[in-house]
């Protein structure tokens, strides 16, 4: 579940993004694209892909939850569409049309409000449930294989990495500063 926590960063990313296009306060199209492309490869291209390969299955087998991992499997899908849709309307000419910064900020707005739902189903439902439906065995050996899976894709310290993409992001955001 470590793994939501970049996706809540982003979230929060995003959601400044959003206050700082609806005051029209300039920003760099960079940082978007930047919180997009982690977006894309750790949550999409690893964190959901780990759910899709190996977690879902285990449910669908054990006729647990189908119709939640049905539910996923398609937030996964139009999360990565709206990331689509992001990622193309993250550059200046577009923050620069009335039209396409609407539609930036409904995709953002949306991508939002879709992962804070999806992220809670997972994590009060599905994820307390993995131990009830695998084995003591099968489940240290799916710890093994994200953990080389996140090894293979990002590095030995490849969460760590990601965690200070986001802190950069951030920072120039101007929300890294708790107090």
Known sequence: MREHSILDS??????????????????????????CSIIRRFIEDYHEKLEEDYLFPCFEKADKFVDLVRGLRMQHRLGRHL?????????????????????????MHLFIQMYRSH??????????????IVSPQTFDELGDTFETKERDLFGENGFENVVV???????????????
């Open 83 to 107: 990331t689509d849709n992001i990622l193309n309307m993250a550059t200046q000419t577009s923050l620069n049309d009335p039209e396409n910064r609407k539609k930036l900020l409904e995709s």
């Open 165 to 179: 993409r986001i802190a950069k992001l951030e920072k120039s955001l101007g929300i890294y500063d708790l107090s």
């Open 119 to 132: 992220k809670a189903n997972e994590e009060t439902v599905l994820f307390p449930a993995v131990r009830s």
């Open 10 to 35: 982003i979230l929060l990313i995003y959601q400044e993004i959003i206050a700082q296009l609806k005051t029209g306060k300039e920003f760099p199209p960079s940082l978007l694209s930047q919180g």
